[in-house]
């Protein structure tokens, strides 16, 4: 009798089992490729400070480029036309006649800032520079008709400050880089006042002057471990005082304001373990309205009783975590965003006066016909004591036993996983697999204890992190230890290397995309606008000039001989961060020594895969690859 419930129980299992497997493949349909991967229909709504129009990204024959509508009506129209890779950063000229935009040349990073007249929609490049990397410094509604950029066209290394006429093109040079300048500040009246400078030690030294003739004053100094969590957000409106991101005394990186005459400090707003995030700053007062922390979602504090009501109402429109496109220019009308885990990106309009919010659109509609999966924030603890923090998305269907499950490591590597919609996690989990996220120490967000503790670490406690993540899952959510993983992008892309060449018994087989393989070459072939931020890589990774030897030890490429398992690479050849011969230099290695592999090469894409046609040809590639190797899915 006993032996006949034990075989009937075997039986029971092994069709819920099957049955489970079935109903998984029969009844969640394959979400598309196109619909996770390719452009988004719209997305980056920004409002014209006169409130009148909507400008937003979309795309014109698959290239992504900025439409413009007037509000209340259905008289969308692109206003550029980009045939190259697409737009993806542009904003309004405070006087609601210009579109400015950025952007460069197949992913070498050198962008240049175009302007488009609405009336004749003309462009014109503002920094018709060869070889020159432009970014924005300063836009303030006071002053319509110029910015300060910030260029490297002097010295290839070094950024010097200019004011920028949008009427007339004219740039004018407003703060000369001496050698060890890594960001300019412009006060309330649209002058240069204030710099972070990049000292010898690894730290960073926080300048000041009195007006655009006068000398620079030394006014506060962050060590070392303080300097990645230290930056400027901007004067006080008097110039009296600066807002600034600062760990100084503190753990978590807070919102202080700091007496430019006396050095007094004043905290506004902080968390003891998570890190500021970001400000809410008047464009009128100067003053933070509102700060968030990134926890395990999106929190918002307010600091001005006049906006708590704003963002009461806004907060209820939606569930997911909230963020600003921008706002008028006389403050009547926000657009806000809405991040959720399980669904698309939405954006609204906000009226203050009417205390109504208007649905402007979702950046992929496609996805409502799909049932997409949730991510769940989950912690644990490391060998070595830390609390490790990050976040898991199942299959939608929770019934199959032993999950295939695909680490994805994030880039940086001082950045963070977020909460909220992310198109490989959702392609993972559609295709079958459990993708686990772990923010290991050396990510920010968490303080700069947790961000510090991985320092000289990369290769080492890092991955350690990593594995002690897989070892978790296993023995607490259902995964199946002969069917893991490791995936990522640029330190992500690292990381899948070293989970190929130290800890090969682990995985089944790695993806890397833009991942370096030799840390000395990486850091000896650094952009040369990098320059100033040298002394930090030497002292958070190592350095090449003292110590190859130990960063031999920390690079894939001289480990080659332990990797056991399949590994897909895939490169952009215009990539200025991670050359193409640090993917081709493993590649030579492992097919020299017979190891499988497969090699992707894209020859118009830089770090990272910007244009719609790549990324879709590159995760059908790689849905294939972890298909063959862990049995789920993929779209023939």
């Known amino acids: ?60 024959n698959n290239i992504l480029n900025v439409w413009m509508k007037t509000i209340g009506k259905d008289d969308d129209r692109p206003i550029t036309k980009d045939t190259r890779q697409g737009i993806q950063r542009f904003f309004w000229v405070q006087n609601s006649k210009q579109i400015l935009f950025l952007q460069d040349k197949d992913g070498d990073e050198n962008d240049h800032l175009y302007q488009v007249d609405l009336n004749t929609l003309q462009q014109t490049d503002l920094t018709p520079f060869n070889d020159v990397k432009v970014k924005i410094c300063a836009v303030d509604k006071h002053f319509p008709n110029e910015i300060i950029v910030l260029m490297n066209k002097e010295n290839p290394k070094l950024f010097d400050a200019y004011r920028l006429n949008l009427i007339s093109g004219e740039t004018t040079l407003v703060a000369k880089n001496p050698g060890n300048i890594d960001n300019w500040l412009a006060d ?125 109402i806004i907060s209820k429109i939606n569930n997911g975590d909230l963020f600003f496109c921008n706002r008028t220019f006389d403050d009547d009308c926000w657009v806000v965003g809405f991040m959720d885990d399980n669904g698309p990106i939405s954006f609204y309009i906000y009226d203050r006066k009417t205390k109504k919010a208007e649905f402007l659109f ?63 996690t959702q392609w993972l989990a559609n295709r079958g697999y459990v993708c686990l996220q772990v923010n290991f120490r050396g990510s920010s967000g968490y303080g700069k204890e947790f961000l510090n503790a991985g320092n000289r670490e990369w290769g080492r406690k890092m991955h350690n992190d990593l594995v002690d993540a897989v070892d978790w899952a296993i023995k607490n959510k259902n995964i199946n230890p002969d069917k893991v993983a ?124 910007s244009k719609p046609q790549n990324r879709i040809k590159f995760f059908a590639i790689a849905e294939k690859f972890l298909a063959k190797h862990l049995g789920g899915r993929y779209e023939k």
């Not at 819920?16 to 029969?26: A, E, I, N």
């Not at 060590?223 to 990645?228: I, K, P, R």
């Not at 998305?393 to 996983?417: A, C, E, S």
């Open 1 to 60: 009798m006993k032996i006949f419930k034990i075989i009937s129980t075997l039986l029971a299992i092994a069709v819920l089992f099957v049955f489970s497997r079935y109903f998984f493949t029969q009844s969640t349909p394959i979400i598309p490729r196109e619909v996770l991967f390719g452009n988004p229909a719209k997305k980056s709504p920004r409002i014209s400070p006169n409130g009148n129009m909507i400008a937003y990204l979309a795309p014109v």
């Open 188 to 312: 309330t009246n649209l002058k240069i006042r204030a710099a972070v400078a990049s000292d010898k030690d690894g730290g960073e030294t926080v300048l000041v002057r009195k007006d655009e003739n006068s000398e620079w004053q030394s006014i506060l100094k962050w060590n070392f471990e303080d300097a990645l969590a230290g930056s400027l957000v901007c004067f006080s409106k008097d110039g009296d005082y600066l807002y600034l991101e600062d760990s100084s005394g503190l753990n978590a990186k807070a919102l202080k304001k700091l007496e430019i005459s006396t050095g007094k400090e004043e905290i506004i707003a902080q968390d003891p373990k998570f890190d500021i995030c970001g400000a809410l700053i008047n464009p009128d007062t100067y003053k933070p309205e509102a700060v968030c922390f990134e926890k395990e979602r999106i929190e918002w504090q307010v600091l001005d009783v006049k906006v708590k009501e704003d963002f009461e």
């Open 362 to 424: 979702f950046h992929r509609p496609d996805l409502a016909k799909y049932k997409l999966s949730q991510m769940k924030p989950i912690s644990f603890t490391s060998r070595d004591g830390l609390i490790i923090h990050g976040y898991i998305t199942y299959p939608i269907l929770k019934l199959q036993k032993n999950f295939p499950m695909v680490l994805l490591v994030h880039g940086g590597p001082w950045y963070r996983d977020k909460w909220g919609f992310d198109s490989i």
């Open 486 to 609: 490791i995936f990522g992008g640029s330190y992500g892309g690292y990381a899948a290397l070293v989970g190929a060449t130290f800890t090969p018994d682990l995985f089944s087989c790695a993806v890397d995309i833009v991942g370096p393989s030799n840390l000395n070459t990486l850091i000896n072939f650094i952009p040369p606008y990098w320059e100033t931020f040298k002394m930090q890589f030497f002292m958070r990774v190592g350095n090449p000039e003292t110590e190859e030897d130990f960063l031999n030890s920390r690079s894939p490429l001289f480990k080659v001989d332990q990797i056991k398992i399949p590994i897909l690479i895939a490169q952009g050849a215009n990539d200025p961060r991670v050359k193409q011969a640090e993917s081709e230099q493993i590649v030579a290695a492992m097919k020299e020594k017979g190891i499988e592999y497969e090699y992707v090469l894209f020859p118009d894409e830089g770090h990272g895969f």
